[in-house]
């Protein structure tokens, strides 16, 4: 039996409670399967009154990360406080101390990548990140370790329980944006500033993590075209349905001939397509490579257990590597990160999708027409138009599907139709995508 490695834990909220509860109550279900007995030392956390509904081994907890840090024992240091600062010093210094480190925390990596995993490497230690995109879905290791004979092209889905579970409450529900945010909120799914899971900028950190192991470069979260939900309401939720179609907050990369294509937005997509049926705080990963074809990994893409799985699942592979010596390399980025270079961006105003406009405007004769004007005036080609007095007495919704139509048309048009007088407020955009040529 090889010795028994210790692991410190920073972080006792959502994910840090789900964790140390695998840890603690499947001690002997990982020793079992790994033929390792692995510890867990030490929590952290600012707050050690809170009861979290677990048996803790006493003196088990602190609130001074310093016991974590300088206790040369400790070979596994899990960050799950989440945020920038204190988190990326505390990460760097566990690592300068020879331990390996374990991090939910995409913000992180995404904002810090090149830092921590050159730190790894500097100091001869591996970070493992699965819990950082996709929860408890595997996806880090099928990227990183199953698709590895592929190139993959497409790398698409939903990303953000948060989000997909206030849209799915909304439309399954007709549920209100505000009161299905609080629920995510209540059952551990939305980051410590949801502002983060609505305004797309949680998605742009996964995708930001998960384009840059899947196509072999160092993307920046600024690469990514980034929005959210905030602006829809349950009158487009309602038109999407009419219309055979539900909008998920969809993550799309993909490499083509022309460059490398970084999105995240509202997206409708075909209520009988696969990514249509994904309810809740489901995430969905769609990914194409040329060996593989297409493969899809669905599950629970937030939330304590599941995300606790996943980062078990980490300290279980590094614990197998120290325990074996052997190499960091596995558990460590893929591939070595400094040798990355730059994406070849494609800019997101050559994007060509179809498009739903909902227009608020005033109901006065000729405000159709001028709209449809200044669409005609940018090529933009209309494929059919509702107009419902679905909106307040004051003003009215149109809305409005295209044709095929060139980003950059498109952003013309509606800087001109939203000056208008008759419009009432910013036109609210969705894109189409019939997913087929995503798919291809
Ligand atoms: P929580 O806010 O529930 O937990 C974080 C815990 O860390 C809190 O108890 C917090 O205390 C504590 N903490 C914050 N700063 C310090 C500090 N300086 N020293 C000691 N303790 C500190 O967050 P989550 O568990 O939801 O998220 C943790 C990480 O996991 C984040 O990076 C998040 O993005 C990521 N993640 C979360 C998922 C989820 O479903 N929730 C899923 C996947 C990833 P206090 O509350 O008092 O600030
Ligand atoms: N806030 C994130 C979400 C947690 O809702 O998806 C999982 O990364």
Known sequence: MSREIKVGLLGFGTVGSGTAEILLEQSELLKRRSGLQIRLARICDKDTETPRGLELPPGILTDDVNVLLDDPEIDIFIELMGGLEPARTFVLEAMKKGKHVVTANKALLAMHGREIFGAAEEYGVSVGFEASVGGGIPVIKAVKEGLIGNHLTTVMGIMNGTANYILTRMTDEGLDYEDA?????????????????????????????????????????????????????????????????????????????????LRVHPTMVPESHLLGQIGGAYNAFYIIGDSVGKVLLYGLGAGKMPTGSAVVADVV????????????????????????????????????????????????????????????????????????????????????????????????????????????????????????????
């Open 317 to 440: 592979d590094m614990a197998r590597n120290i325990a074996s010596s052997a190499s960091v390399q596995t558990s460590s980025f893929g591939i070595p990160f400094k040798s990355l270079g730059s994406p070849d961006l494609i800019p997101m105003d050559s994007l060509v999708s179809r498009y739903y406009f909902r227009f608020s405007v005033l109901d006065r004769p000729g405000v159709l027409a001028g709209i449809a004007g200044i669409l005609g005036d940018l090529g933009i080609s209309i494929e059919s138009v509702v107009q419902e007095g679905r909106g307040s007495e004051a003003s009215v919704s149109i809305v409005m599907l295209t044709h095929e139509a060139e980003e950059v048309r498109v952003s013309r048009a509606l800087k001109k139709i939203d000056a208008l007088d008759v419009v009432s407020d910013r036109t609210v955009v969705i894109r189409i995508e019939d997913l087929q040529a995503l798919e291809g």
């Open 181 to 261: 945010l609080q629920e995510a909120q209540r059952l551990g799914y939305a980051e410590a500033d949801p502002t983060y899971d609505v305004e797309g900028i949680d998605t742009a950190h996964k995708l930001t993590i998960l384009a840059s192991l899947s196509f072999g470069v160092k993307v920046e979260l600024s690469d990514v075209f980034t929005e959210g939900i905030t602006r829809l309401s349950l009158l487009d939720i309602d038109f999407a349905r009419d219309l055979g179609y539900r909008i998920k907050l969809l993550a799309i990369a993909r490499n083509t001939k022309h460059g490398t294509e």
